[in-house]
Structures are given as C-alpha cells and as structure tokens.
C-alpha cells in the first residue's frame, strides 16, 4: 500500500478568512509528506504542487493529524486528483472518538515519544508573512516525523499515551489503527 503521512501549513488563519465557515478560503504556503514507498520526506511550496499532486495519484492511504478537519479540505483546491478518493486515517479524528475529545498532537507525542513540537500553525503565517520559508518548511516536516512516529508506535504497541490537558496526568489509550475507521469522503 502507498502510505503517505501529510501536514501542511496556511497562508492566513481562520479569523483572516472570517472563521471555520470559509476554511475552503485558507491558501497553503507549504505542504510536507512523508513518502512510505521511498522512505523519503518532501516539502512542496506552491510552485511544485503539479508533484505533490502526482504523488497524490498514486496514494492509496492518507495519514494525518487533523487531515479531516483540516488539511485535505484546505488542499483540495490546489490539486487535479481528487482527495475524496484517498482512503484516510486522521489520527485526530480516531483519538478524539477514543477519548471524546479533542487533544493537541502535542500532548500526545511528548507524552508517547518524549518529544514535543517545536512551535505552532499561527507561528507558520507569521513566517510567511515575513519570508520565512525555510522554518515553515522545518516546522512542517517536523509535525510529519512526529506524526509517522505517533502512528508506527501505535502500530507497533496499539496504545499511545498522552497528557491530560486539565490534571497534566500522563495517560494512556488503547487504539488499533489498523481496524481505525477509514475514511472516504467527500470534500467540504
């Protein structure tokens, strides 16, 4: 199977395209993958959407965080292969079922992996604005990692542990990805 793990970052946030309503307004400034086939990871900037889209052809599964809620609506536009057709497993969507609500990425890699992100998306417009492609890009692949690394220990355990956002207790939740709810869909 063509596994691909993706996260991309916006141009703008939500209160710039006057909320959630409008997420189909958000434009993307970078897009990053973790590639299975190739064990490579990749970073795309507007200009090589064309080989981010052929690489989308040739996906059969979708691993994200949030990729749901987020990511795969916000980047539909920009590509010709229809996302809708990708099988997908939003590890935010399977945690958020598990737990009945929602947590941050970062609770659960520092808690399962001992390593946390190394900002956040409202960080990433404000590098846009200012140029800086280059920490967009290093901020981007880096939620990639953390993610592919959330899901392969998951695999591996079929548990992943994360930090409650009230107590700060470390906690842990049994899941199956394997068996997790995959996802046809259609866009927003």
Known sequence: ??????????????DDVGGQANIK?????????????????MAFTENAFDKLDELLS????I???NTEGFDLPVLQKYMKTDLSRIS?????????DALGRRIKLDNFVKATLGIGKSGHGLEAIEWYKQGKIKEIIDYCLMDV???RDLYEYGLRHKKVFYTHPESQQVMEVEIDW??????????L
């Open 88 to 96: 997908s497993i939003d590890l935010l969507s399977y945690l958020k």
């Open 1 to 14: 199977m063509n596994k691909l793990v993706l996260d991309l970052e916006t141009k703008e946030s939500f």
């Open 63 to 65: 691993i994200g965080f």
């Open 178 to 187: 394997e068996k997790a709810k995959t996802v046809q869909r259609s866009m």
């Open 25 to 41: 307004q958000l434009s993307v400034s970078v897009v990053c993958v973790y590639w299975y086939p190739e064990n490579k990871f």
């Open 145 to 147: 990692r953390l993610t």
């Open 58 to 61: 040739r996906t059969d599964q």
